[in-house]
């Protein structure tokens, strides 16, 4: 058992060294995940934020007094938190797809190397460049004037429920890639997933919402997530939120992990 999961840490970590060179090496697709959230933030805090933050009362939680522009950023920066999540996604998707039509894959069964290492190395690279441009983009936040009264354990807690999320968009997006034919259409495939925190909690209260509209983006899985870190960070009310988003979390992990296994055990594509 111990030379077994020797064997797959081994091909695991040679797999990701991989994943992460390429990231390295193109490095454009990276530049435009992280700063497509942070021209968001910009734009919604400086464009809109004024208006919309006067209507939110303390919703943006008790850092602020009154409303306005601060209340606003402080508001909406678990959304757009979000957004670099969903992001990301793409970048999976066509990295997994690129592997399956490229013919490397077909190559890489030849050899004994533990299969699961290919997707997972992919799971673990992807996180770690997701998770980065959270980093980077709560940074600019900051600068602007985001503000947070959590302790360190509470921002541990934040990032965890981030971290969870991440984990299960990202295995969400290798499946995608899996079923893609092409790269380019792997591209698209996780375009939808950009509205989910638009048509939830992220920038505007659920409640402001038509009622139609507001049932969805209570349920939907990005609103939960986004009601705990922000609950978590900025003192808001979390309520049932936290476990809501695990079950979410946990069962599109789940879920997506099974079926892009049962895609990669198929017979691999051709090289184009």
Do not use: K
Not at 15 to 29: A, E, K, N, V
Not at 158 to 184: C, D, F, K, Q, Y
Request: charged fraction near 10%; charge should be positive; include cysteine.
């Amino acid at each position: 058992m111990s030379a077994t999961l020797a064997y797959a840490v081994s091909d695991t970590t040679t797999m990701l060294r991989r994943s992460i060179r390429r990231m390295m090496r193109y490095p454009s697709m990276t530049l435009v995940l992280i700063g497509l959230p942070i021209i968001f933030l910009l734009l919604f805090v400086y464009v809109f934020g004024g208006t919309l933050g006067d209507g939110l009362g303390g919703a943006a939680g008790g850092t602020t007094e009154g409303g306005g522009r601060q209340a606003y950023i402080n508001y909406v920066t678990p959304g757009v938190l979000l957004l670099a999540v969903v992001g990301t996604a793409t970048a999976t998707a066509v990295m997994v797809s690129t592997d399956m039509t490229e013919g490397i894959v077909a190559r890489f069964r030849t050899m004994r190397i533990f299969r699961p290492s290919i997707l997972t190395a992919h799971v673990i690279g992807s996180m770690i460049q997701t998770l980065l441009g959270m980093a980077i983009v709560l940074g600019v936040a900051f600068l602007i004037g985001f503000r947070s009264n959590a302790t360190p354990v509470e921002w541990l807690a934040a990032t965890g429920v981030l971290a969870l999320l991440v984990l299960a968009i990202t295995w969400l997006a290798v499946g995608m890639g899996l079923v893609a034919s092409t790269p380019e259409s792997a591209s698209n495939m996780p375009m939808p997933l950009m509205l989910l925190p638009f048509l939830g909690s992220g920038f505007v209260p659920t409640d402001s919402m038509p009622a139609w509209l507001g049932t969805f983006a209570e349920y939907q899985p990005f609103t939960p997530v986004n009601e705990t870190v922000r609950g978590l960070l900025l003192g808001t009310p979390i309520g049932h939120s936290a476990w809501i988003a695990v079950a979410w979390c946990t069962g599109i992990t789940v879920v997506c992990f099974l079926w892009s296994l049962s895609l990669f055990d198929r017979e691999p594509r051709p090289a184009r």
